[in-house]
């Protein structure tokens, strides 16, 4: 092997050793999104796991079910609205609300169907919770109720 044949080869084992390693480094791409995928697959809240204190409200054009919930501080609640009403409803399209301004929460239910919320009320007090989207919005009475936080 001359000279030049020696440095054909080195030329080309340098070549192979790149395209070697783009390929390990596409793979390891592929296969570490795929994972990350499942990842935030598993841990999303599609069907978010309900915190002990479940709260179940449902709602429809006549109002909330609950006009009074009560809760502890600084204990994590998952808020669960059903909307009972169909799609087929004009005013709102069946879809009610659960909404405190002073929590920064608010549950959207589609028709015939539910939605949930997780949170933490830290501070004790009695806060209005409202359905904005149907009757009127939240100046209607019936789309009302207090939600009170216990110390
Ligand atoms: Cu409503």
């Given at each position: ?7 054909l080869?080195a ?5 192979q050793?790149k ?9 390891t791409?592929?296969v570490?999104s795929?994972?990350i995928?499942?990842l935030i697959s ?5 069907t978010?796991a309900p915190a002990a ?5 449902a ?9 009074e919930i009560r809760?502890?501080a600084?204990q994590p609640?998952?808020?669960r609205?059903?909307?009972l009403?169909?799609?087929h409803h004009?005013?709102g399209?069946?879809k009610?609300q659960?909404?405190?301004d002073e ?8 028709p015939e ?5 997780t949170?933490?009320p ?13 009757c009127g ?5 019936t ?7 216990e110390a």
């Amino acid at each position: 092997m001359n000279k030049h044949e020696q440095q054909l080869r080195a030329a080309r084992c340098a070549r192979q050793k790149k395209v070697r390693a783009i390929a390990f480094g596409l793979i390891t791409l592929t296969v570490l999104s795929a994972s990350i995928g499942l990842l935030i697959s598993a841990f999303s809240p599609k069907t978010p796991a309900p915190a002990a204190n479940t709260i179940d409200i449902a709602a429809d054009m006549s109002g909330f079910n609950l006009k009074e919930i009560r809760v502890k501080a600084g204990q994590p609640m998952t808020l669960r609205l059903t909307s009972l009403d169909n799609s087929h409803h004009t005013d709102g399209g069946g879809k009610h609300q659960w909404a405190v301004d002073e929590l920064g929460v608010s549950v959207v239910a589609p028709p015939e169907g539910n939605n949930s919320a997780t949170f933490t009320p830290d501070k004790s007090g009695t806060y209005t919770y409202y359905c904005d989207i149907c009757c009127g919005g939240r100046a209607n009475p019936t789309m009302q109720g207090q939600l009170i936080v216990e110390a």
